[in-house]
């Protein structure tokens, strides 16, 4: 693994956003994990970091957290300043460092290392960086109920995209799904990006579920006047139309007919969701839709287990 060198570490307190003269270190395997996840979710709490590397006390990886920013192997978006303002003590937020895209080049030969990630990390808006955690809260909790289990596998995004029948084109995003349908009678086309995109793969079962996520913040109505206009029930409808018996969006991937869940800021909110799916759907909903909300989610002791609410407003679980 490599090794990393510099003076000798200073006396003074050190600051929590601005790097101190760091003390040679080597690079453990644990170290790896950490900037590992780091750069695949792009942005991380402390707390995620400790879900995801149990066998290691969360005071001692706390430390080790902060050795490796002073290192330069991961940094500290400066954007996170605002949420403090706002809403006091919570976990740091760390993202990729300059150093640490080095050796991931180095040992796994992936990120590049001509990537200025000090300048990305500092122009990442808060606005951002919370959607991208929201994201993680929901991934981190389906990573960590399929590492406790023997019997199902997390399928990665990157998994998905070899496996599709042809090479995506060159798009901003490599999941981006386009369909024509009809609404009202007329013909409209749509388009969505999910937040998330995985697989679980029953090994017992010998079968895989696929599920696209939606990391909703409420900064998006849930239904609009016109169709033409952002909203929620558009994204559903999208959704909806590019899955079914056709299953276009699948076929694209390569993939079996999937659901989308939906993780939301409140209970209530998330009513109104399913209210919006049964109304365009003529009261019918749809069992491809799940639901939960943000506190639902972080109460509950196995994600795989929890029981989501699907758009009938029946209570069902992602192993069933």
């Known amino acids: 693994?490599?090794?990393?060198?510099?003076?000798?570490?200073?006396?003074?307190?050190?600051?929590?956003?601005?790097?101190?003269?760091?003390?040679?270190?080597?690079?453990?395997?644990?170290?790896?994990?950490?900037?590992?996840?780091?750069?695949?979710?792009r942005f991380l709490r402390s707390s995620h970091l400790t879900r995801l590397l149990?066998?290691?006390?969360?005071?001692?990886?706390?430390?080790?957290?902060?050795?490796?920013?002073?290192?330069?192997?991961?940094?500290?978006?400066r954007a996170q300043l605002d949420y403090?303002?706002?809403?006091?003590?919570?976990?740091?937020?760390?993202?990729?460092?300059?150093?640490?895209?080095?050796?991931?080049?180095?040992?796994?030969?992936?990120?590049?290392?001509?990537?200025?990630?000090?300048?990305?990390?500092?122009?990442?808006g808060r606005l951002f960086i919370n959607h991208t955690l929201g994201v993680a809260d929901v991934m981190v909790a389906i990573e960590c109920a399929v590492n406790r289990r023997k019997d199902v596998r997390l399928i990665e995004p990157d998994e998905i995209l070899e496996r599709a029948p042809r090479p995506k084109p060159m798009a901003h995003h490599p999941f981006v799904l386009k369909i024509r349908t009809h609404h009202d009678g007329a013909p409209v086309d749509l388009a969505?990006?999910?937040?998330?995109?995985?697989?679980?793969?029953?090994?017992?079962?010998?079968?895989?579920?696929?599920?696209f996520l939606e990391a909703d913040r409420a900064t998006m109505p849930v239904m609009r006047a016109s169709l033409a206009q952002t909203s929620m029930l558009r994204k559903f409808l999208a959704y909806r139309a590019g899955g079914g018996a056709g299953n276009a969006f699948g076929q694209q991937l390569g993939i079996n007919n999937f659901r989308v869940l939906t993780v939301t800021t409140t209970r209530e909110r998330m009513e109104t969701m399913?209210?919006?799916?049964?109304?365009?759907?003529?009261?019918?909903?749809?069992?491809?839709?799940?639901?939960?909300?943000?506190?639902?989610?972080?109460?509950?002791?196995d994600v795989l287990t929890l029981a989501w609410t699907s758009g009938k407003g029946e209570a069902v679980r992602l192993v069933d």
Do not use: C
Not at 55 to 77: A, Q, Y
Not at 88 to 96: F, I, K, Q, R
């Open 54 to 77: 149990q066998h290691r006390s969360d005071k001692k990886l706390v430390e080790r957290l902060g050795v490796l920013f002073h290192n330069g192997l991961i940094d500290r978006p």
């Open 274 to 301: 399913v209210a919006a799916l049964k109304e365009a759907t003529r009261d019918s909903g749809s069992r491809q839709f799940l639901f939960t909300d943000k506190a639902t989610l972080a109460n509950a002791a």
């Open 84 to 124: 403090y303002a706002t809403a006091g003590s919570a976990p740091m937020v760390y993202a990729l460092g300059n150093r640490g895209a080095t050796a991931l080049a180095e040992v796994d030969g992936t990120h590049s290392a001509h990537v200025d990630w000090t300048d990305k990390n500092r122009t990442a």
């Open 192 to 211: 969505v990006i999910p937040d998330a995109v995985f697989g679980l793969d029953f090994i017992d079962k010998n079968t895989s579920k696929y599920f």
């Open 1 to 41: 693994m490599p090794s990393l060198t510099a003076p000798p570490l200073a006396t003074v307190r050190r600051s929590r956003y601005t790097r101190d003269t760091a003390a040679p270190m080597f690079l453990t395997a644990d170290d790896l994990a950490i900037i590992r996840n780091i750069a695949k979710h």
